[in-house]
């Protein structure tokens, strides 16, 4: 069966436009409900968002729906995606809803799904929901049509558990730490768990207005974070992304520190405590091969999946692994939660920085990055990976990668593009490559 409205992280999308309007929004609730509404038990759901101006209308779309096939509706405003997987599973939920975009910008939204064991749903549930979306939905009697009510202390919960992440030895006395909340869904959580273990801190992006989400702020817009740091002379800069599922960090000089610099730091730590199960950690194709090599030198192996949280994800509880996470800065700590947790990672790493007695450009930056290359080439229609010129340029280059590098080629899930990615120890020759390949993709594709 294709997919129509679920992509790699549920259903996402321009409002009002496509899969993302107020009428799917409904079926999903319908569709969603039906295939939750299994046994006598009083069924009910968990409804999150983040602060974009769709996320009204999106939810109150999905209350109708839930409720008109007999479910009770528990929405808890705007809170992090880890949150409503934790409330889904400890108020014993059928299912948890969190209306997102992620780090996208706020005309788009979103909406992903949880079962009642916090996960993400599987491929069969989805493609369960995308059937029943496409007929006739069995709409509850009269008397049996749900209730909606909201909880005043699901933050309150959320910033409990996400505190007991960090070893209950280390406080965060001392610390100067800007957070960096994208304007979105823990403008409030955030700076509150780190205020609460002892730091100082400073937030930013903590005023959405419904349109101003990840715009020029969070994770995947650190300027503003970058100058706050070194202005404020701060020890440490936290960014999430929307849903603050994402975490990036900037040291007290104002640098970078991305996703694969911070799943080094954890690791170590975990490894040194014991705890990193099959002394594995779990990243996706796309991870600098400096992480590999770092890791291989303590003893520590690299395993990878396909570019995307939920694969990873896959990848962990399928080796039974607690640490994995993308470049891109999503960190999933099985320890800790069963989803990605900007929060809990960045409390993660501000404990290393606390038992470490180091200032965070000492400490973060674990290894020397490879240098490393992506490009994207659009196509117009075919199949330009099967042309035979382009799988010479492909074979050409892991021969002359082969022994200082790595070359990864995909195309995109949602766009006519081709990724073209090469790292080497080498800097000329992975720039040489990744343009023969990229001409090579051109010249089929014309």
Known sequence: MSRNFFGTDGIRGRTNQGVMTAMTAMKIGQAA??????????????????????????????????????????????????????????MRADLGVMISASHNPYQDNGIKLFGP???????????????LMGEEPELADAEDIGRARRIDDARGRYIHAVKKSLPDHVRLDG???????????????????????????????????????????????IAALQ?????????????????ADRLIVVDEKGRQVDGDQIMALIASGWARDGRLKGSTVVATVMSNLGLERHLLEQGLRLKRAKVGDRYVLEEMRKGGY??????????????????????????????????????????????????????NVRFAGGKPLENADVQAAIVHAEDKLATTGRLVIRPSGTEPVIRVMAEGDDAKLVEQMVDHICIAIEKAAT
């Open 33 to 90: 409900g039906k295939h939750f509404l299994r046994g006598t038990h009083k069924h009910r759901v968990i409804i999150g968002k983040d602060t974009r101006l769709s996320g009204y209308m999106m939810e109150n779309a999905l209350v109708a729906g839930f409720t008109s096939v007999g479910m009770d509706v528990i929405l808890v405003g705007p809170m992090p995606t880890p949150a409503v997987a934790l409330l889904a599973r400890e």
């Open 117 to 131: 064991d916090g996960y993400k749903l599987s491929d069969e549930d989805e493609a369960n929901i995308e059937r």
């Open 175 to 221: 610390l100067n730490i800007v957070v960096d909340c994208a304007n979105g869904a823990a403008y409030q959580v955030a700076p509150s768990a780190f205020w609460e273990l002892g730091a100082k801190v400073i937030a930013i992006g903590v005023e959405p207005n419904g349109k101003n989400i990840n715009d020029k702020v969070g994770s995947t817009d």
């Open 227 to 243: 100058k706050r740091v070194v202005d404020e002379g701060a020890d440490i800069g936290i960014a999430l992304d929307g849903d």
């Open 322 to 375: 607690n640490i994995g996470g993308e470049q891109s800065g999503h960190m999933i700590l099985l320890d800790h939660g069963t989803t990605g947790d900007g929060t809990a990672a960045a409390l993660q790493v501000l404990a290393e920085l606390v038992q470490s007695g180091q200032v965070a450009s000492e400490l973060l930056h674990r290894f020397e990055p490879v240098p490393q290359l992506l490009k």
